[in-house]
Each structure stands twice: as structure tokens, then as C-alpha cells.
């Protein structure tokens, strides 16, 4: 069994920052590719970022140059810094990771955290 368990959400003003975390656990044989994504109230679920074990990283145009994702490979977590927050970033955000178990090592299957909710106001 695998679990993601987010931290870091929260009200925060405009132009502010945020960190979210997520650790993974369990019988992980490999983390693979690593991400987030958001789904704002009333929208669809959209892809924030990847990062995979490499350190490769790609975003959503919407938060380039405002948004950073990073991980630690030896702990089994990824963060998402959350730079020049606008009211359009309010979202229950969600971190996902390409995980192979340790009882079926050629199998990655995606996991999902619970969400962290992310509010931007004033």
C-alpha cells in the first residue's frame, strides 16, 4: 500500500507565497515521475507541473515563472513553491507520483494525495 499525504495549504494574500509538500509511503519500490495539479471550484482538474527523478520539470503556461516544483528523492517527497499567488491559483491542489510497489516492480500505477486547499485573497 502506497499513500501521498499533503501539507502547506492555506489562505494567503495576493502577491504572497506558499509552499505545499507531499510525502510518499509505503512499499515503494520507485517513484517515477512526481507532480501536481489543481481544480479550482467549478472547473476541471488541470495540470500544474512534473518533475521526474532526474529533476526534469514542466509547467502549465499559467504558472511559469511564479511556480517551482522540486523533490528529494531520498525522502520520497515533492514541493511546489508558490511565488506572486493570484486570486485565479485558488484551488484544492493535489499531488500525484508514478509509483512502482515493491510487490509489482514493473507496474508503476499513479497515486493521489487527499488535496490541500489553496485560497488567495485579500
Known amino acids: 500500500q502506497v499513500q501521498l499525504v499533503e501539507s502547506g495549504g492555506g489562505l494567503v494574500q495576493p502577491g504572497g507565497s506558499l509552499r505545499l509538500s507531499c510525502a510518499a509511503s509505503?512499499?515503494?519500490?520507485?517513484?517515477?515521475?512526481m507532480g501536481w495539479y489543481r481544480q479550482a471550484p467549478g472547473k476541471e482538474r488541470e495540470l500544474v507541473g512534473v518533475?521526474?527523478?532526474?529533476?526534469?520539470?514542466n509547467y502549465a503556461d499559467s504558472v511559469k515563472g511564479r511556480f517551482t516544483i522540486s523533490r528529494d528523492n531520498a525522502k520520497n517527497t515533492v514541493h511546489l513553491q508558490m511565488n506572486s499567488l493570484k486570486a485565479e491559483d485558488t484551488a484544492d491542489y493535489y499531488c500525484?507520483?508514478?509509483?512502482?510497489?515493491?510487490?509489482?516492480?514493473?507496474?508503476?500505477?499513479?497515486?493521489w494525495g487527499q488535496g490541500t486547499q489553496v485560497t488567495v485573497s485579500s
Open positions: 500525484t507520483a508514478d509509483i512502482a510497489n515493491i510487490g509489482a516492480p514493473w507496474k508503476p500505477v499513479k497515486y
Open positions: 509505503g512499499s515503494i519500490f520507485r517513484i517515477y515521475v
Open positions: 518533475i521526474t527523478s532526474g529533476g526534469n520539470t
